[in-house]
C-alpha cells in the first residue's frame, strides 16, 4: 500500500473521482458553487489527451455531453440549481436514448437565483422528477470530501453499467470544505467498462443484452446507428405503436431498479438498539454525527441515504423496521421526508426538521427536536 494525504476540497474530489473512473470529456458552464470543479477539469483534462470545452449555457453543455458520449467519451458536467433546470430537457433526452453521462449538482438556495453561496438540500425531488414522464433515475449524495471522490467513480461507473445519466447531488457545504483524505495510490478500483459491439452486419441500436442494456456502438466506427428520443423499437427508428411504447419504457425503469440491489448504498449504525433513529444524507448528516457523539444515547441510531434514487422500498423500510420516532432533517422544507411518510403512515411518528434560510441545522436544534420527540 502506499498512502498518500491530501487537503481537498470537496469539488477538487469529485473531479479527481471523475479523472479516475477515466471521464475525458467535461462540457459546462461556470456557476456557484460549482464551478471549481469545471475549474480542477480545465486544468486536468488537457495533459490527460482529455477536453474540456466551456459551452455558452447549461442546454448547450448538455447537448455537448450526448454527442460526446455517443462517440464514445465518458463525459461528465458540473452546475447548480438553476443550471440544472435548464439541463432537464437534454436529461429526458439522455435517458430516453440511453446515453451514459454524470451530472454533477452542487445544490444551492433557491428558487431561481436565490441563494448562489449558500448551502441546501433542495434539489432531491428534482433529481428525481425534473424532467418529464415516466423514467428511471440514479442520485448519489456524498457526507464527505473523501467520500466525493470514491462516490464520483461509482456515478460514472453505474452510468456506464445500465447507460443512462447519473446525478451526483452534493450540497455547497460538501463541495466547498477541505478535509485531509488518504489515498491509496496503488488501490485497483473497478472501473465499468464500456460494452461496444463487434458484429455491425446484424446490430440494432437499443437491442438489450440479458440485463436489459443495449450494447452502445462508437459513432463512426462502422455501425449503422440510429437515436432518436421518440419512442422507438430496437432498431432506434421510430415506433410510436402501443405495444412498442409499453415494452420500451418497462425496459428502460427496470433496467435499473430490477437491480437495484447491486447498487443502493446506505450507512447505518445501531439500527438494532434504537428506538429514535435519524434519516439524513449530505452536509444534514454531519450534524446527525455530532448530536450523537455529544448525546451518547444509547437508544438513538442512523440510517444514511447515499443512493438517494431510486428509493429502496423494501430496503429502508426493513431497517427502519424497530424505530419508534423517526427524525429526518433536512436543509429544504421537507423532500425526503415525504418518501418515509409514504412508507409509513401513520405507523410510526415521524418529525421532519428543516432549515432553507442558507443555514446548516445546528446540532443543539437537532439534539432538541429529538429530545422532544
Known amino acids: 500500500m502506499a498512502i498518500e494525504s491530501y487537503l481537498w476540497q470537496g469539488s477538487h474530489a469529485v473531479a479527481q473521482g471523475a479523472l479516475k473512473a477515466g471521464v475525458n470529456y467535461f462540457a459546462g458552464y461556470p456557476i456557484t458553487p460549482s464551478t471549481e470543479v469545471a475549474e480542477f477539469m480545465a486544468y486536468a483534462l488537457p495533459s490527460r489527451d482529455g477536453i474540456f ?14 454527442g460526446a458520449s455517443l462517440a464514445g467519451a465518458k463525459a461528465i458536467t458540473a452546475t447548480s440549481g438553476p443550471g440544472f433546470s435548464l439541463m432537464q430537457e437534454g436529461l429526458g433526452y439522455a435517458i430516453m436514448a440511453e446515453v451514459p453521462l454524470v451530472i454533477v449538482d452542487v445544490m444551492r438556495g433557491g428558487p431561481s437565483t436565490g441563494l ?12 428525481k422528477w425534473g424532467t418529464h414522464g415516466d423514467h428511471p433515475i440514479i442520485a448519489l449524495c456524498p457526507a464527505s470530501v473523501k467520500e466525493s471522490y470514491y462516490l464520483m467513480v461509482k456515478a460514472v461507473n453505474l452510468s456506464e453499467r445500465f447507460r443512462t445519466p447519473v446525478i451526483f447531488l452534493t450540497d455547497e457545504t460538501i463541495a466547498h470544505m477541505r478535509e485531509r483524505v488518504q489515498i491509496d495510490v496503488d488501490e485497483k478500483l473497478y472501473i465499468e467498462p464500456r460494452i461496444e459491439p463487434k458484429d455491425p452486419r446484424n446490430y440494432k441500436t437499443f437491442q438489450p443484452d440479458e440485463r436489459l442494456v443495449p450494447h452502445q456502438a462508437k459513432f463512426g466506427t ?52 434504537s428506538e429514535l433513529v435519524f434519516v439524513s444524507y449530505g452536509a444534514s448528516h454531519r450534524t446527525v454525527l455530532q448530536v450523537l457523539n455529544d448525546s451518547k444515547n444509547p ?23 424497530k424505530a419508534k420516532v423517526i427524525v429526518v432533517p433536512e436543509l429544504n422544507m421537507g423532500q425526503m421526508v415525504k418518501e418515509i411518510q409514504r412508507l409509513f ?11 432553507w434560510d442558507g443555514e446548516l441545522i445546528t ?11
Open 299 to 321: 437508544k438513538w441510531g442512523f440510517l444514511r441515504l447515499v443512493t438517494i434514487w431510486p428509493f429502496h422500498d423494501k430496503l429502508v423500510k426493513e431497517k427502519l423496521k
Open 222 to 273: 462502422g455501425f449503422r446507428t440510429v437515436v432518436t428520443a421518440l419512442y422507438h423499437d430496437e432498431s432506434g427508428f421510430q415506433n410510436t405503436s402501443a405495444e412498442v411504447a409499453e415494452r420500451f419504457n418497462k425496459r428502460l425503469v427496470d433496467k435499473v431498479e430490477k437491480y437495484i440491489d447491486e447498487f443502493y448504498e446506505t450507512e447505518e449504525y445501531n439500527l438494532e438498539n
Open 363 to 373: 446540532p443543539d436544534q437537532l439534539r432538541k427536536v429529538a429530545e422532544q420527540a
Open 345 to 355: 403512515g401513520d405507523t410510526k411518528k415521524i418529525v421532519s426538521v428543516n432549515r
Open 53 to 66: 470545452i466551456q459551452m455558452e449555457d447549461e442546454i448547450a453543455s448538455i447537448a455537448s455531453l450526448i
Open 116 to 127: 448562489p453561496t449558500k448551502p441546501t438540500q433542495a434539489d432531491v425531488m428534482q433529481a
